[in-house]
T-cell receptor, first 113, second 117 residues
């Protein structure tokens, strides 16, 4: 069965430092991958997506992610974190008919000032 | 605001009561999804509609759960005889559908937080 693993439950970084959030997927074919962010009391906001083509994808708020088929990974990166980036981040893969999403368990990001 | 809206945002109910949640998708979106999110977990798929047809239901959706999307517009999710284990955030999402070229992204509403006491 298709699945997504986010190995880091919590990550703390200092404001201005770089960030990398890990995501590993299990899927036989070329996956459709997404990163979403969820702030307290808010719904999920799409940061970026990968369907095919260039393996480095750019998203909103200065985020980018790199698809690496050999490592089954789709890690999210940001060169310089802002305090407003503190939130929970979810990696997701499209699974089955209807394009429903299977999510990882999320990574809670804390930003120290 | 033309995003996905959900009502109510919070619901507290006693065990055994019935509850109903509403989702209004982005108007031109023909697909509508329901997910459930418990504390410390990512959202889990419950069911989805294409227009008014309910095309798939997860095993998570017990017989106490029913969802409708009359006329292919808004959707309702009803839980009968609520149990404490039903306490969760219920998220609605909508998207367009296409036959090839990869999926359109799903846009999520703010969710309905259900607490069963």
């Amino acid at each position: 069965a298709q699945s997504v693993t986010q190995p880091d439950i919590h990550i703390t970084v200092s404001e201005g430092a770089s960030l990398e959030l890990r995501c590993n997927y299990s899927y036989g074919a070329t996956p459709y991958l997404f990163w979403y962010v969820q702030s307290p009391g808010q719904g999920l906001q799409l940061l970026l997506k990968y369907f095919s083509g260039d393996t480095l994808v750019q998203g909103i708020k200065g985020f980018e992610a790199e698809f690496k088929r050999s490592q089954s990974s789709f890690n999210l990166r940001k060169p310089s974190v802002h305090w407003s980036d503190a939130a929970e981040y979810f990696c997701a893969v499209v699974t089955g008919g209807g394009n429903k999403l299977t999510f990882g368990t999320g990574t809670q990001l804390k930003v120290e000032l | 605001d033309t995003g996905v809206s959900q009502d109510p945002r919070h619901k507290i109910t006693k065990r055994g009561q019935n509850v109903t949640f509403r989702c209004d998708p982005i108007s031109e979106h023909n697909r509508l999804y329901w997910y459930r999110q418990t504390l410390g977990q990512g959202p889990e798929f419950l069911t989805y509609f294409q227009n008014e047809a309910q095309l798939e239901k997860s095993r998570l959706l017990s017989d106490r759960f029913s969802a409708e999307r009359p006329k292919g517009s808004f959707s309702t999710l009803e839980i009968q005889r609520t149990e404490q284990g039903d306490s969760a955030m219920y998220l609605c999402a909508s998207s367009l559908a296409r036959l090839a070229g990869g999926p359109y992204e799903q846009y999520f509403g703010p969710g309905t937080r259900l607490t069963v006491t």
